[in-house]
């Protein structure tokens, strides 16, 4: 359940030397619930919270300014696309549940504003979110694909759910021409910095934490 917030503080002035500090924030009290919109897509969470004005720290109490009854909260849906769960109707069909519990909760008023990547929630447009997940599906497989190139696949190479999609090959493909100027130099400074080749192989990790492709 994402009820958790997050206060920030900063160095008390620009020439003091010190670095930004974030504290977690927990609620003190929670009415929410969690909802599975299906397949390959994250859970949605739902709900209303109560926040203390002071938490201890270490430096001393800390006032939040968490004032009133909020909640922020985020769910994927984009990897319902899979194939393997149902492609493009069954991402349609999750996202368009997310998107139907929000609509409830304006009507309530209780909903302040979102933030929807495939654009549907402003537009309304379903030939628009079928591209644009379409789009999102191509890029993130031709990145991915140079990455696992590269650094290789299992616990110390690449994971992405996008490669396990059945279709994978012709996204990353079609999505080569979509890699923004200057990608594929970052794929290969990646592996430069966290990967040691070897004969008979592109590449291998060499002790670094396991690199995962959205």
Not at 121 to 144: C, D, M, P, T, Y
Request: a neutral charge.
């Amino acid at each position: 359940m994402q009820a958790t917030e997050s206060v920030q503080v900063k160095p008390r002035a620009e020439t003091e030397p010190g670095y930004t500090t974030w504290y977690d924030v927990l609620p003190r009290r929670l009415m929410a619930f969690d909802t599975w919109p299906g397949e390959g897509c994250e859970a949605a969470n739902f709900g209303l919270c109560q926040y203390p004005p002071v938490i201890k720290t270490s430096e001393g109490p800390l006032r939040t300014g968490l004032t009133g009854w909020r909640w922020s909260s985020f769910c994927k849906t984009q990897y319902a696309s899979n194939p393997k769960c149902g492609g493009v109707p069954n991402f349609l069909r999750c996202h368009l549940s997310v998107i139907a519990m929000l609509d409830r909760a304006k009507e309530l008023g209780c909903l302040d504003e979102v933030s929807d990547e495939g654009g549907f929630w402003q537009k309304r447009s379903l030939s628009a979110l079928v591209q644009e997940i379409g789009s999102w599906n191509e890029l993130i497989a031709a990145f991915g694909g140079k990455l696992k190139d590269l650094l290789g696949e299992g616990p110390l190479g690449v994971q992405s759910a996008i490669t396990e999609y059945s279709n994978f090959e012709r996204l990353e493909a079609a999505g080569q021409r979509k890699l923004p100027p200057g990608l594929a130099e970052l794929a290969r400074l990646i592996s430069r910095v966290g990967v040691t080749p070897r004969p008979g192989s592109v590449a291998e990790c060499a002790s670094v934490p396991s690199a995962t492709a959205a």
